[in-house]
């Protein structure tokens, strides 16, 4: 089972990283958000930050259902996350190992220029 903290600790031991300022944890590299704390919003009731579950850049859409088809209890979406390449990864059904591998994955992913989500040359 892992934590906010535990999500704290690997995202900080990667090189470039940044912590935002926020209610829960955010982190970017290169000024892009790989991990934060996900944004919960219900209709008619404020935004509340849950940092029990992470959202997690995972670089493109096959690769998002991929890990929401293949493991559903570390992994889920709502509607507001729909076209985007990220995942909700619910930290109580973690260990320390995978989230180390996840965020590394997303780190890795978000601070590669030729990576996913940029233009390549032509």
Known sequence: MASAADVRE??????????????????????????????ERQPGRPRVIRADIAVLYVGDEAEKQALLKGEPEL???????DGWPL???????????RLEELVTDAWRMRSDPGGPGRLAPR
């Open 75 to 81: 992994f889920f979406t709502t509607p507001g996350y």
């Open 10 to 39: 690997v995202a900080l031991s990667l090189a470039g990283v940044v912590e935002i300022d926020s209610e829960g944890f955010d982190f970017r590299v290169v000024g892009k958000g790989f991990v934060w704390s996900y944004p």
């Open 87 to 97: 995942v909700l990864l619910r930290l109580d059904q973690v260990d320390g190992e």
